[in-house]
């Protein structure tokens, strides 16, 4: 099973290129994005513990797509922090997503420099032990961690290895398809090398990447690899600048012969040598 989507939803340079400008009224992002893709990652949770009743709320949305899935990025104080304390309102407040069927994952996203020591392996440990019971992928963007003991290290904690695409330096993981699990992960943020590695550039621009049809092909093969070792593959298409996120995993959803509606117009219109 491999299912495709975005990381969030909610941006506002989306707004012509993929959400219709202006919006009507009772115009629901959530749900447009739900008839394109059969899951989305809810990359709000990572700047905060959501609340319960918004949880709900996006489940309710997207109640009746019965093979719609939800991952969630973890709390930044817990991969780029030691905030433990908020770990237990945090899985509380997901509980309706879990309750409902619709929880595909956790995504614990780790910073560039998060190496293999002994006190990062500290650290994994502690949290896959508090993570016992849900679904759990890991992004780690050193290879330090690439080693056999370091992948067996990670696969006996029950964490499972995302596979990556960022720009690429001496030290990052290099695109291929990673698992140590039953769950397979894809995230795909772009190569736009200027912006990546420019202190001063506007964050939104490090996202400034349209992944051309080669490079779509490539990782279509490694999402096979992928899914073919796995039970659920989610593939996750980061690379939001002004749509071009919604444009790439609409085409790699056709490399990999899955059933894709049409764009929206507004996307092909702002887009129109990528359909």
């Known amino acids: 099973m491999i299912r495709l989507g975005t990381a969030g939803f909610s ?5 012509g290129p993929v959400y219709p400008k202006p919006k009507p009224r009772d115009f629901d992002a959530l749900a447009f994005m739900s008839r394109l893709f059969s899951c989305i990652e809810m990359n709000v949770t990572f700047y905060r513990v959501p609340s319960a009743a918004n949880v709900a709320s996006w489940v309710e949305t997207v109640h009746e797509r019965d093979d719609f899935r939800f991952t969630f990025k973890l709390y930044r104080g817990l991969t780029h922090g030691e905030e433990f304390e908020t770990l237990a309102p945090f899985l509380d407040a997901l509980r309706p ?29 502690r949290l896959a032990g508090a993570l016992e019971g849900w679904p759990v992928a890991l992004e780690i963007r050193d290879r330090s961690w690439l080693t056999d003991p370091a992948l067996e290290f990670i696969g006996r904690l029950g964490l499972n290895l995302s596979a990556i695409d960022i720009c690429q330096t001496e030290t990052s993981v290099p695109p291929g398809p990673l ?13 736009n090398r200027d912006a990546w590695f420019d ?50 995993a609409i085409q790699l959803g056709r490399l990999l012969n899955q059933e894709t ?5 507004q996307l092909v219109a702002a887009y129109p040598d990528a359909f």
């Open 179 to 191: 698992t140590t699990g039953p769950i397979g992960y894809v995230r795909l943020h772009g190569r």
């Open 199 to 248: 202190k001063k550039a506007p964050v939104i621009e490090k996202y400034n990447y349209l992944y051309s049809t080669p490079e779509l092909e490539r990782w279509a093969g490694h999402v096979r690899a992928i899914a073919s070792r796995t039970e659920a593959t989610y593939v996750i298409t980061n690379n939001h600048f002004a749509g071009k996120a919604v444009v790439n």
């Open 11 to 15: 941006y506002k340079d989306w707004e």
């Open 261 to 265: 509606p049409p764009p929206p117009p």
């Open 97 to 125: 997503c879990r309750d409902a069927g619709k929880l595909g994952a956790l995504l614990a996203q780790f910073p560039f420099f998060f190496r293999n020591t002994l006190a990062n392996r500290a650290h994994l440990s």
